[in-house]
């Protein structure tokens, strides 16, 4: 009998083996270009004013173990960030605090998921929800984005599919990112009322990781999933990572605001997940506090990063645009490109391959569609200055003329 677990199979990171790839030739002194971290804090320095907050949270003293489910004082900054972003009125008792979205994720798996339990993903998906459901012991259910209709959902499949599910497997949730990782996409209102309308027939729970809600430009207006789904239950996924562009400082919430029996239930149990671990980093918790509610500084700050972000995304559309070899649909939200790659057309067996070959030769280091379920793509990170991104995509796109 072996020493680890069956299910720690799934603790793994599929694109972790092709970052070895890059480090290994770090090591032999190579400069890569890395267009694959999705990490705001790399590019734009926490807002100042987080910081010293967090820094001041110390000299307070504030190093103890807070709430279990968070200080009292974030909880109070996500109720009033709720009532001033979405007319949300949420109480206490709806809100978990947790290390980043990833913990939150963690505690819904497995406080909903027993053996063989399905949850509706659609791909591309982010890469870390699949391993937190296998080792709830669940098993993902995927569907497609569309990708010919801008990444968008097609409500009257998902609805066949559902159907067919129901007879064989029990549904526990399904999940949406909103916006997109990786494919930038801002699902519209009415996608999501299609969604609240086949939840609210079938029973199911939806799961929203919105935890780039604010990151949204090129005329997008993003819909948070509260803003249809009263009625019915739902959880919201959010944090400070991108938002508030601190993802060192790992703090997440869950929130499930329904009064029915199934959300009272869960948001019983999320409050238990939180006690079993004690306590989300303290100091960062009034830092994040700050960051909401000092809605000032919160404005000038995602301001600039969003006209940021928008620039070089469209500077990067552009330049992808002159590779024939690739098909882009534009995003409007979160900071991710996923253009389609002809691999054919330049003599490449998959896109592991592509993106390999092009670490190695051009040192640019991009993400393969396949480790988020759609093979046949590539995710480009767009948060890097537009000196960076030029030369990347330039490198990338005289990489396929010469493959052609
Ligand atoms: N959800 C999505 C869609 C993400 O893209 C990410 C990080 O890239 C996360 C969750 C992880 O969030 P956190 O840093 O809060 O754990």
Request: glycine share 6%.
């Amino acid at each position: 009998m072996g020493l680890l677990s069956e299910r720690s199979r799934y603790a793994v990171n599929p694109l972790e083996e092709d970052d070895a790839i890059a480090e290994a030739m770090e090591r032999k002194g190579k400069k890569i270009i890395r267009l694959n971290r999705g990490d705001p804090a790399v590019y734009f320095p926490t807002p100042k004013y987080i910081k010293e907050a967090y820094i001041e949270a110390i000299a307070e003293n504030k190093t103890y173990y807070t709430e279990t489910r968070g200080a009292k004082e974030l909880v109070a900054a996500v109720m009033g960030r709720y009532r001033r972003m979405y007319g949300l009125d949420l109480e206490e008792e709806d809100i978990v605090i947790t290390s980043g979205v990833s913990e939150a994720l963690y505690m819904l798996s497995s406080a909903l998921l027993d053996r063989d339990d399905r949850v509706i993903v659609f791909k591309p998906y982010y890469t870390q929800y699949i391993p937190y459901i296998g080792l709830a012991g669940g098993r993902e259910y995927l569907l497609d984005y569309k990708e010919n209709d801008g990444w968008g959902i097609d409500i009257d499949e998902l609805n066949r599919h559902v159907r067919k599910l129901k007879h064989k497997a029990r549904i526990k949730y399904m999940l949406l990112t909103n916006p997109n990782n990786p494919t930038g996409t801002v699902l519209g209102r009415k996608t999501l009322e299609g969604i609240v309308d086949l939840a609210n027939e079938h029973d199911l729970l939806l799961v929203s990781d919105e935890i780039y809600d604010e990151i949204v430009f090129n005329g997008a207006r993003f819909t948070s999933i509260a803003q249809m789904a009263r009625g019915i239950p739902y959880v919201i996924l959010n944090g400070a990572s991108k938002d508030f562009d601190a993802t060192g400082f790992r703090i997440g919430f869950a929130i499930v605001p329904g009064r029915d029996k199934l959300s009272k239930e869960l948001k019983a149990k999320l409050a238990d997940f939180a006690s079993v671990r004690i306590s989300a980093n303290a100091p960062a918790q009034y830092a994040v506090a700050e960051g909401m509610n000092n809605v000032v500084e919160h404005n000038r700050a995602i301001r600039y990063m969003v006209s940021e972000i928008e620039e070089r995304t469209n500077f990067a559309v552009k330049l992808l645009d002159e590779n024939k070899e690739l098909t882009t649909v534009r995003p409007r939200g979160a900071y991710y490109i996923f253009p389609k790659i002809d691999l054919k057309r330049i003599g490449f067996k998959d896109d592991k391959e592509f993106v390999d070959s092009l670490l190695k030769s051009e040192c640019v280091q991009i993400t393969r569609g396949s480790g988020f379920g759609t093979p046949g793509h590539i995710r480009i990170v767009s948060l890097p200055p537009k000196e960076i991104l030029e030369e990347a995509i330039t490198r990338l796109n005289e990489f396929c003329r010469r493959k052609r």
